[in-house]
């Protein structure tokens, strides 16, 4: 017998699987698991099982970008594939060239998960949407050039409001590349800054054809938008996603140009209204003025302003005599206090004093207090109540000699 290698068993197995057509352009059904998006190339790799046995698939990067939905593990689909064998690891698997959900289309699948997902990031709260200006001057429309969508919005702006001014941003609306088409239209005019308001839209159509309103990258550049949009896209039962994160949705074209343009009927019909409330508000006003003017008139001022100034002449004539009987009042008060003040003050006057008989003996300018502060031959003055004497102490007299002295006496 010939004694083979791996890659020669591994290879005669791959032909087999090869040249057996049977095991071409399979339709497989079964549950995903391990499912691994493969970031770097593109590729997806996963499991499909049922209840008993498994069977690993591949499905590359060219395949799995026409994939509309988002595989996830559990979810059951109908694969389309060849079997064949995986040479270096000596595994059979399937390669898948296409993936549908089982029970729902893939479209409308794509759908739900990447509303979900943009609503779970917050792009649909109400909290981010801004609102529509009362007087535009300016509404741009992103839609086709050629469609009737563009001539609806253009009739109801003109007969409803013709002061605002249409721009277009012409675009593509439906086909594999309306989705980037439209996202530089609504760019370039968010950019311009010079539109009030922003429609963007289509008219009705399958869900293949509004499919470039249920694009992500078109959603998140509405979202970004700094002018406000209102998406129009289909008839009144159609929901996009540009719908749900758009700051404000109106079920066909010609709805969204009523929503974003005030009628010129209903704003003549105010100013009307307006006008009749100003004339009636100057017509109490003057009659309010006219009512205190002729009360104003009826007053003893007015109609005799001579008397008022007697009036007031003869009232100032006895505020002042007042004043003056209070002021008077006041200082005989104060000139009685003074002189009590006067009165005590003179009877600690120390000349006062001095007039009594006393007298107040100085030696070298300071007042002497005690006999301890002379010396026999100092000289002195003494202040009488009137005049100074000068005098020389012949003899001191301490305290024990006066009591010595008055105790002889007494003997």
Same mark, same amino acid.
């Given at each position: 017998?010939? /004694?083979?290698? %791996? ?5 005669? %197995? @791959?032909?087999?699987?090869? &040249? ?5 352009? #399979? ?39 026409? /994939? $509309?939905? $988002? ?34 289309? =893939? *479209? ?19 909290? !981010?949407? @801004?609102?529509?200006? +009362? ?30 001014? #249409? ?11 309306? +989705? &980037? ?6 760019n370039l005019m968010d950019r311009w800054g010079k539109v009030d308001v922003i429609i963007i839209g289509r008219g ?6 509004? !499919?470039?309103?249920?694009? &992500? ?11 406000? /949009? ?17 700051d404000m949705r109106a079920p066909t074209p010609s709805a969204a140009a009523e929503l974003v343009s005030p009628s010129?009927?209903?704003? =003549? ?24 003017? &002729? ?24 505020? /002042? ?12 008060k104060h000139e009685q206090q003074l002189k009590s003040q006067a009165a005590l003050l003179n009877s600690y006057n ?31 003055? %003494?202040? *009488? ?5 000068? =005098? ?10 006066? +009591? ?8």
């Amino acid at each position: 017998m010939n /004694v083979l290698t %791996i890659s020669m068993l591994n290879r005669y %197995i @791959k032909s087999k699987f090869d &040249e057996d057509p049977n095991l071409t352009g #399979l339709l497989v059904e079964g549950e995903i698991s391990n499912f691994v998006n493969h970031l770097k190339s593109g590729h997806f790799y996963f499991t499909l099982k049922d209840a008993h046995c498994a069977i690993k698939a591949v499905m590359f990067r060219g395949y799995a970008s026409q /994939v $509309r939905f $988002r595989p996830e593990n559990g979810m059951k689909v109908i694969v389309k594939g060849d079997v064949g064998v995986f040479e270096r690891d000596g595994v059979y698997q399937l390669y898948v060239y296409d993936m549908q959900p089982v029970g729902k289309g =893939a *479209l409308y699948l794509a759908y739900e998960q990447l509303k979900e997902k943009l609503e779970k990031e917050g792009l649909f709260d109400q909290r !981010w949407k @801004k609102p529509l200006p +009362a007087f535009p001057q300016r509404v741009g429309v992103i839609t086709s050039e050629t469609g009737a969508v563009l001539q609806d919005i253009r009739n109801v702006l003109g007969r409803r409001y013709p002061l605002c001014r #249409l721009v277009l941003a012409p675009a593509k609306v439906q086909g594999e590349d309306a +989705a &980037e088409d439209l996202i530089q239209a609504l760019n370039l005019m968010d950019r311009w800054g010079k539109v009030d308001v922003i429609i963007i839209g289509r008219g009705g159509g399958s869900i293949e054809d509004l !499919w470039p309103f249920n694009d &992500e990258a078109l959603a998140r550049a509405i979202f970004a938008c700094k002018t406000p /949009v209102v998406s129009a896209v289909g008839h009144e039962t159609d929901f996009t996603i540009a719908d749900f994160v758009a700051d404000m949705r109106a079920p066909t074209p010609s709805a969204a140009a009523e929503l974003v343009s005030p009628s010129q009927v209903d704003l =003549a019909y105010q100013l009307a209204n307006a006008e009749v409330r100003i004339y009636g508000c100057i017509e109490g006003k003057l009659a309010k003025c006219q009512q205190q003017l &002729e009360q104003i008139s009826q007053k003893e001022c007015i109609r005799s302003p001579s008397f008022l100034v007697d009036k007031n002449r003869q009232q100032l004539d006895f505020l /002042v005599q007042s004043l003056c009987k209070n002021m008077q009042s006041m200082m005989n008060k104060h000139e009685q206090q003074l002189k009590s003040q006067a009165a005590l003050l003179n009877s600690y006057n120390p000349l006062d004093i001095l007039s009594r008989g006393y007298s107040v003996v100085f030696r070298h300018g300071e007042i002497v207090k005690k006999s301890e502060q002379l010396l026999s031959g100092d000289t002195i003055n %003494i202040r *009488l109540g009137k005049g100074y004497v000068d =005098a020389q102490v012949i003899r001191v007299y301490q305290q024990e000699e006066k +009591a010595d002295a008055k105790e002889k006496t007494d003997l």
